[in-house]
């Protein structure tokens, strides 16, 4: 029923953002820093279908312009996170979710799972915030994390011996959830059955993120946690603010970095690309 893989699609809640692009641009765009260095920063959407290929073409000029790959955390960290968040994610024996969450909350999920034939034993045991995961799991919705950006990246990096580094450590990626309070982590999970309008479908924001508007990407996040805007800056401003510094010892490294982050990470008035114009560096949308 759960996969270790499920920070992966834990962060399809960061596709967003971007500064609006005009008509053939994609969601690539080309840093250049103060002091001369470059880099290419891509956003990404985790998850994909088939349908979705080929990449919008400035992915793979950014990947061979580039000798190192840079993402949110790297494969093997991913891996050791996943395994980490399984047993975060678990209530230690004798306690339960009913334990930590409104009975209003723990009836509806009763009845939502009886449903779906889950027994109460399999839900019970999982905290709120690894529940809200699940429930939103790539597999559940016809697309698949190998097919993602990164997934496509990582195996292009593979077969051409580049190497690949991560933003933050395995720690950093998984307290975004497991450090949430009881009330927090209930929220989160609450916020995966109130219905998104039309424009809200993951097939808009793919279609926004294909043509690299990240201005629309970044209002449509906001809008999506109006109900609870902590989050979004916890899952979003706050760990941009975390990757600034580690992205301009990329710039002046002496190598090329193509540094690849979910697309809700880059637009907005606390995204990527404004914290980078801010610190001097030049931006060109590919």
């Given at each position: 029923m759960f996969?270790?893989?499920f920070f992966v699609s834990a962060l399809l809640l960061a596709l967003a953002a971007v500064e609006a692009g005009a008509e053939g641009h994609s969601c690539v765009w080309k840093v250049t820093g103060p002091k001369g260095g470059t880099l290419y920063l891509g956003g990404s959407v985790h998850a994909l279908s088939g349908s979705d290929y080929p990449l919008p073409a400035a992915?793979?000029?950014a990947f061979d312009a580039s000798d190192r790959i840079a993402f949110e955390?790297?494969?093997?960290t991913l891996q050791e996170s996943g395994r980490a968040a399984d047993r975060a994610g678990r209530y230690r024996r004798g306690d339960s979710l009913k334990n930590h969450?409104?009975?209003?909350t723990y009836e509806y999920l009763r009845r939502f799972f009886a449903i779906l034939k889950v027994p109460e034993e399999k839900y019970a045991s999982y905290r709120p915030w690894y529940l809200a995961l699940m429930l939103q799991a790539p597999q559940l919705h016809g697309l698949s994390?190998?097919?993602?950006?990164?997934g496509f990246l990582l195996r292009r990096a593979r077969a051409n011996h580049k190497p690949i580094t991560g933003l933050e450590s395995g720690r950093e990626h998984m307290a975004v959830f497991s450090e949430l309070s009881d009330r927090e982590s209930e929220a989160v999970l609450l916020l995966t059955f109130i219905p998104q309008?039309?424009?809200d479908s993951a097939k808009a924001m793919t279609a926004a993120w294909r043509r690299g508007d990240a201005d629309w990407l970044a209002r449509q996040i906001k809008k999506s946690y109006?109900?609870?805007p902590a989050f979004a800056a916890r899952v979003i401003d706050q760990r941009n603010r975390n990757w600034i510094p580690k992205i301009e010892r990329f710039l002046a490294s002496g190598h090329t970095y193509f540094v690849v982050v979910g697309a809700g990470h880059l637009g907005g008035p606390n995204g990527l690309l404004a914290l980078l114009r801010a610190r001097g560096c030049r931006i060109e949308q590919l």
């Amino acid at each position: 029923m759960f996969s270790g893989k499920f920070f992966v699609s834990a962060l399809l809640l960061a596709l967003a953002a971007v500064e609006a692009g005009a008509e053939g641009h994609s969601c690539v765009w080309k840093v250049t820093g103060p002091k001369g260095g470059t880099l290419y920063l891509g956003g990404s959407v985790h998850a994909l279908s088939g349908s979705d290929y080929p990449l919008p073409a400035a992915f793979n000029r950014a990947f061979d312009a580039s000798d190192r790959i840079a993402f949110e955390v790297d494969e093997k960290t991913l891996q050791e996170s996943g395994r980490a968040a399984d047993r975060a994610g678990r209530y230690r024996r004798g306690d339960s979710l009913k334990n930590h969450v409104d009975p209003r909350t723990y009836e509806y999920l009763r009845r939502f799972f009886a449903i779906l034939k889950v027994p109460e034993e399999k839900y019970a045991s999982y905290r709120p915030w690894y529940l809200a995961l699940m429930l939103q799991a790539p597999q559940l919705h016809g697309l698949s994390t190998d097919l993602g950006v990164e997934g496509f990246l990582l195996r292009r990096a593979r077969a051409n011996h580049k190497p690949i580094t991560g933003l933050e450590s395995g720690r950093e990626h998984m307290a975004v959830f497991s450090e949430l309070s009881d009330r927090e982590s209930e929220a989160v999970l609450l916020l995966t059955f109130i219905p998104q309008e039309e424009t809200d479908s993951a097939k808009a924001m793919t279609a926004a993120w294909r043509r690299g508007d990240a201005d629309w990407l970044a209002r449509q996040i906001k809008k999506s946690y109006a109900d609870f805007p902590a989050f979004a800056a916890r899952v979003i401003d706050q760990r941009n603010r975390n990757w600034i510094p580690k992205i301009e010892r990329f710039l002046a490294s002496g190598h090329t970095y193509f540094v690849v982050v979910g697309a809700g990470h880059l637009g907005g008035p606390n995204g990527l690309l404004a914290l980078l114009r801010a610190r001097g560096c030049r931006i060109e949308q590919l």
